[in-house]
């Protein structure tokens, strides 16, 4: 690993070990500052300089914001096989496009600051990380565009179960609740909730 390059970083020293085992080392970035990375992270992409660009350009601490949090945990699910997330994301061929493995400023560039109450979410489930398949979203959006999300018919509607939820004032928990149960979709949608009726 010594004298190799990654992105904007040479690697000029081996540091020990963190806490998971992964190897660390001391890097170099071409402008000058220093960084600590893993063997990981810099093999998957997931570290190619000290963000020096970012501090540059935002002339602010943009780690630890909710923005970056979002940013850092999306590359971490698709790039390192090692998250806990990844088996669902990166297993899955879901990719983070260039431009944002290049930059956090370039992501938040596209995305811009996260509003209070979102978090990240892709638009096709299928495709990966990238500006037009990306939005800020709540919760509840992010139930209702989920690939395990299920759809129930009933009186010549096919919604899905958040639709159904919002349409019979029963919560989504307890329509999942009731079609695990193996209760039938009529009764799972017009059986009023009570203590026997979950």
């Not at 129930?152 to 609740?177: A, F, M, P, V």
Request: glycine share 10%; proline share 2%; net charge positive.
């Amino acid at each position: 690993m010594i004298d190799r390059r990654f992105g904007k970083l040479i690697v000029i020293e081996r540091l020990g070990s963190n806490k998971r085992g992964e190897k660390l080392w001391k890097c170099l970035c071409d402008c000058g500052n220093t960084t600590i990375a893993t063997t990981g992270s810099l093999n998957s992409g997931g570290k190619r300089s000290c963000r020096c660009g970012e501090r540059k350009k935002y002339g602010r601490k943009v780690t630890g914001t909710s923005t970056y949090n979002s940013y850092h945990a999306m590359k971490h699910r698709c790039l390192l096989p090692k998250d806990p997330g990844y088996k669902n994301y990166g297993a899955r061929g879901i990719t983070v496009c260039q431009r944002w493995l290049d930059s956090f400023a370039n992501f938040l560039e596209d995305m811009g600051e996260r509003p209070e109450g979102t978090t990240l979410d892709r638009i096709n489930n299928n495709l990966g990380y990238f500006k037009e398949n990306c939005r800020w979203a709540t919760r509840k959006d992010q139930r209702r565009n989920s690939r395990q999300n299920h759809y129930l018919e009933y009186n010549g509607k096919t919604l899905c179960i958040e639709d159904w939820s919002r349409l019979t004032g029963i919560k989504h928990s307890t329509i999942c609740r009731r079609i695990i149960r193996g209760w039938s979709v009529e009764k799972t949608l017009t059986k009023p909730v009570g203590r026997s009726a979950l």
